[in-house]
């Protein structure tokens, strides 16, 4: 972000310090960015996830129903942890249409596209995240003709939300006249065209990713 950005000016790439004495003598301070990033769980407890962001008028209704069965005697609390939504994916929810193999020779960008909205996303070349995304909000963004963007996190059977996303559209691409196999080069010329797809495929859920940790390179033996 500090590298090469539409709205900021930063020719010499200047990165945020943990202190700065201003012209004028004044020191500030910011907070110490850390190599590793945490989800909530990692620092509190969590005795139950609602997903969403914001959670959504389904996901308090769900909570709601299970605070009310437990004070009726109608059912135990949940176990610790337990998420609190569909165990389906939004592809099983959404209500566009969607053929039953989908494959795509370029990625498209909303910015220049103007979406079909009885289409899938995915069937048109824009990344959705609705095979790999957790059910439950209703499709709300689908339905104004926006793509999902995995605020309601992945499901369980997905152990990592970014890979897991990032696998299920590279597996619809058609590559060389080829719809499975996917040369390393051109992949990387696909994946150029798409904006940011760190920030596309872990905007929610990087602290809870197989990545977590800034990767650092390897200083050469000659320089040590």
Do not use: W
Request: with cysteine; hydrophobic share 35%; aromatic share 4%.
């Amino acid at each position: 972000m500090y590298e090469d950005t539409a709205s900021t000016v930063n020719p010499e790439h200047t990165r945020p310090q943990t202190k700065h004495v201003t012209p004028e003598g004044h020191e500030l301070a910011l907070p110490e960015i850390y190599d590793e990033v945490f989800s909530l769980d990692d620092v509190v407890k969590v005795d139950y996830v609602i997903p969403a962001c914001p959670p959504t008028r389904e996901m308090n209704q769900q909570l709601l129903k299970v605070i009310l069965d437990f004070l009726s005697g109608k059912a135990p609390l949940p176990p610790t942890g337990t998420i609190l939504a569909s165990v389906k994916t939004m592809c099983d929810e959404c209500p566009r249409k969607r053929p039953d193999k989908v494959v795509v020779d370029e990625i498209r960008g909303l910015d220049y596209t103007i979406p079909d909205p009885d289409k899938c996303f995915l069937e048109q070349g824009i990344v959705c995240l609705g095979p790999a995304t957790r059910a439950g909000c209703d499709s709300k963004c689908m339905k104004i003709n926006m793509p999902c963007r995995g605020c309601m996190g992945p499901t369980s059977a997905v152990i990592d939300h970014g890979a897991s996303m990032l696998s299920a559209f590279t597996s619809i691409m058609k590559v060389s006249g080829s719809e499975t196999e996917l040369p390393e080069e051109e992949i990387a010329t696909l994946m150029g065209k798409m904006k940011d797809p760190l920030g596309m495929f872990y905007r929610f859920t990087l602290p809870k990713s197989l990545l977590r940790k800034v990767v650092h390179e390897k200083e050469p033996e000659s320089k040590k």
